[in-house]
């Protein structure tokens, strides 16, 4: 379904409220940059208690709390972050960036460059790593040499993963969710058609649309269908949809869709959701560390690695090579769920059970 296009990027800009964000200064490639990012509950004097939460790809810093102004929606693991919850805040001093690329307060493709006008194209590619270069940066100026969690599904896996190989030192429990230790050929090629629709749509101008009236919100919804497809799984769409008829002869199913196309286009800038899918097709935790096995076992973070039985996306095997690899392992843990691979998202008691366990 086309709809008319939205203005250049739907998502939070500078000057908009900032809501519970705070922001650090990074140094590197990208001059003025800064990562923003959310708190809960309190550092402890020797900064023993501090967990990080890495988010997904379109996720934010925003893990825990109700929308509001500054915060289009919802905390995105409320159910888990909070007084008394499984990442107890009257414990523990929990920290959420946003990743740089993003759009939700972290400099991005969006943001404002030196000369006054948005980065669009000329922002610079950063993979993973790069990304959790620059949370290496905000966990130096909390005063935080070593977190006592990483915790961190889909793309957040990645990174927790990439803090435990890089870092080992630096992180003492470990929760991988739903990730891979290398993006496969499946992966990338369900994120090609994504890119592909991004970059047809006429406004998405080469990525130089950010100071123009619109933006290539087509493109992003088409991008968005194809990847939520993936996020659920098939018997979930059965049951929930199966061949209903709206009275406008569409499909249920094809509404749902919409929906959530457009639901993303309102908050999501496109250029920060083709530079973080490419990054994620880029991730291989192996690359110059001789490999996938020898970079696993690197790792010294006490770790408990879950994925979710029905995930069509990033499927079991892919968490077996993580629990197989990473010493001390016990097992990989198996979430029951329709929901597919927002399973790691949605399943609150399932992973409040795994969190209990790591903390």
């Not at 490639?29 to 501090?50: F, K, M, Q």
């Not at 990439?162 to 992180?171: L, S």
Request: one cysteine or more; a negative charge.
């Amino acid at each position: 379904m086309s709809t008319a296009p939205l203005p250049a990027t739907g998502a939070w800009r500078e000057g908009d409220p900032s809501g519970r964000r705070q922001w650090v200064a990074l140094e590197g490639p990208v001059p003025g940059a800064r990562i923003a990012y959310e708190t809960w509950g309190t550092l402890a004097p020797d900064r023993s208690n501090a967990v990080l939460v890495e988010h997904a790809l379109t996720g934010d810093s925003h893990a825990a709390g109700p929308a509001s102004e500054g915060h289009p929606t919802a905390g995105w693991w409320d159910g888990l972050i909070g007084p008394g919850r499984a990442v107890d805040t009257d414990r523990y001093f929990v920290v959420c960036p946003n990743v740089l690329g993003g759009c939700q307060g972290t400099t991005g493709p969006s943001s404002p460059a030196p000369d006054g006008r948005a980065w669009g194209s000329r922002f610079p590619s950063v993979g993973i790593r790069a990304q959790v270069a620059a949370e290496v940066v905000l966990a130096d100026a909390l005063g935080i040499s070593r977190w006592a969690a990483v915790l961190g599904g889909s793309m957040g896996g990645m990174r927790a993963l990439e803090w435990a190989v890089a870092t080992p030192d630096r992180v003492a429990a470990l929760l991988l969710l739903a990730c891979p230790a290398a993006a496969s050929a499946e992966q990338i090629a369900w994120a090609s058609p994504q890119l592909h629709a991004i970059r047809s749509d006429p406004y998405w101008q080469g990525g130089d649309y950010h100071d123009t009236p619109a933006g290539p919100s087509d493109g992003l919804g088409i991008a968005r269908r194809i990847a939520h497809v993936t996020y659920r799984s098939e018997p979930e769409l059965a049951a929930r949809f199966g061949r209903d008829v709206q009275p406008d002869g569409r499909f249920s199913v094809e509404s749902y869709l919409d929906y959530h196309a457009a639901k993303l286009a309102y908050r999501f800038d496109a250029a920060s959701y083709v530079l973080l899918t490419e990054a994620m097709n880029g991730h291989d935790v192996g690359v110059g560390r001789g490999g996938v096995e020898a970079a696993l076992s690197r790792v010294s973070a006490r770790t408990v690695v879950a994925g979710v039985d029905s995930d069509r996306l990033y499927p079991l095997a892919q968490q077996q090579v993580l629990a197989d690899g990473i010493p001390g392992v016990d097992g990989l843990r198996v979430i029951t769920s329709t929901a597919g691979h927002d399973g790691f998202l949605t399943e609150t008691g399932q992973l409040s059970a795994l969190l209990k366990e790591l903390l």
